[in-house]
């Protein structure tokens, strides 16, 4: 089991950045694969970026692909999100989630991920 915690959503300009945080709980968070989502209001939820229990390998949604970085910190227990060049069009809630992994495999798939956190908002200013 892992609960899992967002913060750092916020409002910001278009061109700002934010670094959202998602900690965990549990002893075996590196063990877990993780994943970012977000869903704007009226949208299905969609990928963002994952990251394998190592944090060696990573992937992102083309739509944030050269402006959004996933990392993770095992020790900690966190994995992050750092925004960078904030569109009108990348506001949304923004979720973590995690999975057992196997391998070094990252996950896009929300439907394969069996927890979630509550979400941070972020706003994006134009």
């Known amino acids: 089991q892992v609960q899992l915690v967002e913060s750092g959503g916020g409002l910001v300009q278009a061109g700002g950045s934010l670094r959202l945080s998602c900690a965990a709980s549990?002893?075996?968070?590196?063990?877990?694969?993780m994943g970012w989502f977000r869903q704007a209001p009226g949208k299905e939820r969609e990928f963002v970026a994952a990251?394998?229990?190592?944090?060696?390998?990573?992937d992102y949604a083309d739509a944030v692909k050269g402006r959004f970085t996933i990392s993770r910190d095992n020790a900690k227990k966190t994995v992050y999100l750092e925004m960078n060049s904030l569109k009108p069009d990348d506001p949304s809630i923004y979720y973590c989630?995690?999975?057992?992994?196997?391998?070094?495999?990252?996950?896009?798939?929300?439907?394969?991920?069996?927890?979630w956190g509550q979400g941070t908002q972020v706003t994006v200013s134009s």
């Open positions: 989630a995690a999975r057992p992994a196997y391998g070094s495999s990252v996950y896009t798939r929300g439907e394969t991920y069996g927890y």
């Open positions: 990251i394998s229990w190592s944090g060696l390998d990573t």
């Open positions: 549990g002893r075996t968070f590196s063990s877990y694969a």
